[in-house]
């Protein structure tokens, strides 16, 4: 980098933690999940297999008694262990990611970067 090229620093938006059942319906089939945590970008989530990469489907969230369903793509693939941003288009989309950013909350969800450490055995 030289003495002109300037850093543009993007904040990430915040993540609380949810562990909730969720699925996503993708053509080929239905993967089952649970959420790691969630943000107003998207949710982090283990899977009953592994992802691929830009693959596109609707994700289903159990929200207490209720759900909520948006359009995600697959954005980071570990394992078992994805990524997944929504493709808000509507106002019922951003409805739904502030239900389920809502949802994390009332059931006591700290940020996620304020997780307290694991105990140590």
């Given at each position: 980098m030289g003495s002109d090229s300037k850093r543009i620093f993007v904040p990430r938006a915040s993540r609380f933690v949810l562990k909730t059942s969720i699925y996503?319906?993708?053509?080929?089939?239905?993967?089952?999940?649970?959420?790691?945590?969630?943000?107003?970008s998207g949710?982090?989530?283990?899977?009953?297999?592994?992802?691929?990469?830009?693959?596109?489907?609707r994700l289903y969230a159990a929200v207490g008694d209720s759900h909520v369903n948006l359009n995600v793509r697959v954005s980071r693939a570990d394992g078992r262990e994805a990524g997944l941003n929504y493709q808000i288009a509507t106002d019922n989309d951003r409805i739904a990611v502030q239900k389920l950013i809502d949802y994390a909350i009332e059931m006591g969800a700290p940020p996620y970067g304020d997780m307290p450490p694991e105990p140590q055995s």
């Open positions: 996503i319906q993708f053509p080929e089939g239905t993967i089952k999940g649970r959420s790691i945590n969630v943000s107003e949710m982090a989530a283990v899977f009953q297999q592994s992802m691929d990469m830009w693959a596109k489907g």
